[in-house]
């Protein structure tokens, strides 16, 4: 079965801080792992992905299988970086892309 | 481009009572999906629609629930009759296909509140 685990429901910081928001699935296949980023009265969209390996508004994520984690970090926060993060997984052997989402994280930065 | 359409965006009912959704996915594209997110929890896969054919709907209660998509664009997910546990937000996304490089577009949901 598929799961993702975010144990953080709110992760505050201050604006220049840096930011670690956790994420861990569990699957037995090889996993393609998402994050999707919900700002206030948006709709939820994706931030980025780990095949892609790119970083996005400064955020990256590095797919670690041995800890079976994908943390998204950025060295510094900003105000608009606030926002609900998800964490997704999709398992690659079905061929075809199906979403798990994490539970979520309230990332809220300080000024 | 236009995004992805849903209404209506808000919908209170008393249990027992029967809702729809219509959801309109972005032009062109071949996949769409109907979520469901409970307060406090991450979406959840209800089904996913390949053009006018279900892909996968192993998560839908099919006892009440049910989703079509007529000439495989607009879609509808129906609940008859509704329960208190459905209270929820429920999202419409489309894809351009189901392949595991495509981007899931999500529309604004429609929050149901069953009393």
């Known amino acids: 079965a598929q799961r993702v685990t975010q144990p953080e429901k709110l992760l505050s910081v201050f604006k220049g801080a840096p930011v670690e928001l956790k994420c861990n699935y569990s699957?037995?296949?090889?996993?393609?792992l998402f994050w999707y980023v919900q700002y206030s009265r948006q709709r939820l969209q994706l931030l980025l992905r780990?095949?892609s390996r790119e970083s996005i508004k400064g955020f990256t994520a590095d797919l670690n299988k041995g800890e079976t984690s994908f943390h998204l970090k950025k060295p510094f926060a900003q105000e608009e970086d606030s926002a609900m993060y998800y964490c997704?997984?999709?398992?690659?052997?079905?061929?075809?892309?199906?979403?798990?989402f994490g539970t979520g994280t309230r990332l809220l930065v300080s000024p | 481009e236009a995004g992805v359409a849903q209404s209506p965006r808000y919908k209170i009912i008393e249990k027992r009572q029967s809702v729809a959704f219509w959801c309109n996915p972005i032009?062109?594209?071949?996949?769409l999906y109907w979520y469901q997110q409970i307060l406090g929890q991450g979406p959840k896969l209800l089904i996913q629609f390949q053009n006018n054919g279900v892909v996968d709907d192993s998560q839908l209660p099919k006892d009440r629930f049910s989703a079509e998509r007529l000439k495989g664009v607009d879609s509808t997910l129906k609940i008859q009759p509704a329960k208190l546990e459905d209270s929820a937000v429920y999202l419409c996304?489309?894809?351009?296909?189901?392949?595991?490089?495509?981007?899931?577009?999500f529309g604004p949901g429609t929050r149901l509140t069953v009393t």
């Open positions: 699957y037995s296949g090889s996993p393609e």
């Open positions: 032009s062109g594209h071949a996949t």
């Open positions: 996304a489309s894809s351009r296909t189901d392949g595991l490089e495509n981007e899931q577009y």
């Open positions: 997704a997984l999709s398992g690659i052997n079905t061929g075809f892309q199906k979403l798990v």
């Open positions: 780990h095949i």
